[in-house]
């Protein structure tokens, strides 16, 4: 199984975003698809997570400005980020996440940097 990210990179404050996450050898329209984060010395958190019957989750601090979406066709997660802040800057990870018990993925992340 193979996640690689895309569509990182350095915005300033209010700017937008759009991050990429291909699958490969992956049953992919059976997986919870997500968004993590993680800052230098911090604990990975969710942002987004999609499932596979389509239901969105956003943390609290992203509602309203980020957009998780799922192209079963590509093998493909999308976060859309819109009205960024500096607080968001961050690895974003894709998560793939077959349910109770089995394997997770990861991909190996991409640097979202929000700086005036």
């Known amino acids: 199984v193979q996640l690689v990210e895309s569509g990182g990179g350095s915005v300033h404050p209010g700017g937008s975003l759009r991050l990429s996450c291909v699958a490969s050898e992956i049953d992919f329209d059976k997986n919870a698809m997500a968004w993590y984060r993680q800052a230098s010395g911090k604990q990975r958190e969710l942002v987004a997570q999609v499932t596979a019957d389509g239901i969105t989750y956003y943390a609290d601090s992203v509602k309203g400005r980020f957009t998780i979406s799922r192209d079963n066709a590509n093998n493909m997660i999308y976060l859309q980020m819109n009205n960024l802040k500096l607080e968001d800057t961050d690895v974003y990870y894709c998560?793939?996440?077959?349910?109770?018990?089995?394997?997770?993925?990861w991909g190996q992340g991409t640097q979202v940097t929000v700086s005036s």
């Open positions: 998560n793939a996440n077959p349910g109770p018990g089995r394997k997770i993925f």
